[in-house]
T-cell receptor
Framework: SQTIHQWPATLVQPVGSPLSLECTVE??????LYWYRQAAGRGLQLLFY??????ISSEVPQNLSASRPQDRQFILSSKKLLLSDSGFYLC?????????????FGQGTRLTVV | AQSVTQPDIHITVSEGASLELRCNYS??????LFWYVQSPGQGLQLLLK??????LVQGIKGFEAEFKRSQSSFNLRKPSVHWSDAAEYFC????????????FGSGTRLSIRP
């Protein structure tokens, strides 16, 4: 069966420090991968979307970047964190067959920038 | 561009009462539609999905949703809510392409009155 791992679960980082959040998927190949951010009262905002290795779509201009160095690995990064980067970050994957595959979510990372 | 609107930010219903959560979507063709539930501090769990066929879809935990093309809606219903249904609910839309991204609404927080 497929599983998705996301870590760390919580993170407290000072303003200006770098960030690296990692997400890996097991049990499937060539998944679509997503990074979402959930801020209080703002729902689930799509940050990055990838349909293959090295193929990243950025949905909103921001202080973050994403990379997909391997088929089932998706990394969210920042060189210098801002206070506004605080939030709940969720990684997800879906199938790439285009036949109604839903997104499966990791447990999320609570990031607090201080 | 695809989008999802959940007009109700917060709803409170009494335990045992019926529930309807609203969702309206915007998409150029017939979309895939999803409802997810999120417990506090957790990832998202799929309740149900629609991509073709019968417009009334049954999901887990006694939930159902009805796709109404003429109204661009996909409202979630439950005939009798339980205290354990208190959570955040998200509606989402995706296209038919294998490279289509999944876009979420802003969510509706459901509280249950004893």
């Amino acid at each position: 069966s497929q599983t998705i791992h996301q870590w760390p679960a919580t993170l407290v980082q000072p303003v200006g420090s770098p960030l690296s959040l990692e997400c890996t998927v097991e049990g499937t190949s060539n998944p679509n991968l997503y990074w979402y951010r959930q801020a209080a009262g703002r729902g689930l905002q799509l940050l990055f979307y990838s349909v293959g290795i090295g193929q990243i779509s950025s949905e909103v201009p921001q202080n973050l970047s994403a990379s997909r160095p391997q088929d089932r690995q998706f990394i969210l990064s920042s060189k210098k964190l801002l206070l506004s980067d605080s939030g709940f970050y969720l990684c997800a994957w879906s199938g790439s067959r285009g036949v109604g595959d839903e997104a499966f979510f990791g447990q999320g990372t609570r990031l607090t920038v201080v | 561009a695809q989008s999802v609107t959940q007009p109700d930010i917060h709803i409170t219903v009494s335990e045992g009462a019926s529930l309807e959560l609203r969702c309206n979507y915007s998409y150029g063709a017939t979309p895939y539609l999803f409802w997810y539930v999120q417990s506090p501090g957790q990832g998202l769990q799929l309740l149900l999905k629609y991509f073709s066929g019968d417009t009334l879809v049954q999901g887990i935990k006694g939930f159902e949703a009805e796709f109404k093309r003429s109204q661009s809606s996909f409202n979630l219903r439950k005939p009798s809510v339980h205290w354990s249904d208190a959570a955040e609910y998200f509606c989402a839309v995706a296209g038919y392409s294998s490279a289509s991204k999944i876009i979420f609404g802003s969510g509706t927080r459901l509280s249950i009155r004893p």
